[in-house]
């Protein structure tokens, strides 16, 4: 009886180290906090916290796939939205790079400044996606 709790013991040290090894800040989930303006102003409310794991990983993909400008770009009026990713585990630090988002004049397309010198304009494909998980609206229901 005593070799299969020493036997248990052992595996279970071993199962603990070997996830404990595993796991990196790439592995931990995120959550996104988004900001909308107010009014005409650089103003700015908390807006929606998404936490749904696929959409965070669906957004990060999106962002990843981006191919990005290196530009200071000055826009006719503050972003429409901003947004950044956190760790939902509050002992974990990581720098938050900041994204900012407008929507296009047509409504059928988002730019995004991504930290201080990263510019894109997305694919309407990819601005709904991305404007879908930021709102919970669609984008092409827009006025």
């Given at each position: ?135 919970g609206d669609k ?5």
């Open positions: 009886m005593g070799i299969h709790k020493l036997l248990f013991v052992f595996i279970f040290v071993v199962i603990f180290i070997a996830t404990g090894c595993s796991g990196g800040l790439e592995n931990e989930e995120q959550k996104i906090d988004v900001q909308k303006r107010v009014g005409d102003e650089n103003k700015y409310e908390d807006f929606k916290v998404v936490i749904d794991n696929e959409q965070v990983l669906k957004l990060k993909e999106i962002l990843d796939e981006t191919d990005w400008e290196s530009a200071k770009v000055e826009m006719p009026r503050p972003p429409d939205y901003r947004f950044v990713f956190q760790f939902k585990n509050p002992k974990i630090e990581a720098k938050a790079v900041l994204h900012e988002v407008w929507i296009s004049p047509n409504k059928d397309k988002l730019e995004i400044v991504q930290g201080d010198n990263q510019y894109a304009q997305l694919t309407k494909e990819n601005s709904a996606i991305l404007y879908e998980i930021i709102t984008l092409v229901y827009l006025k």
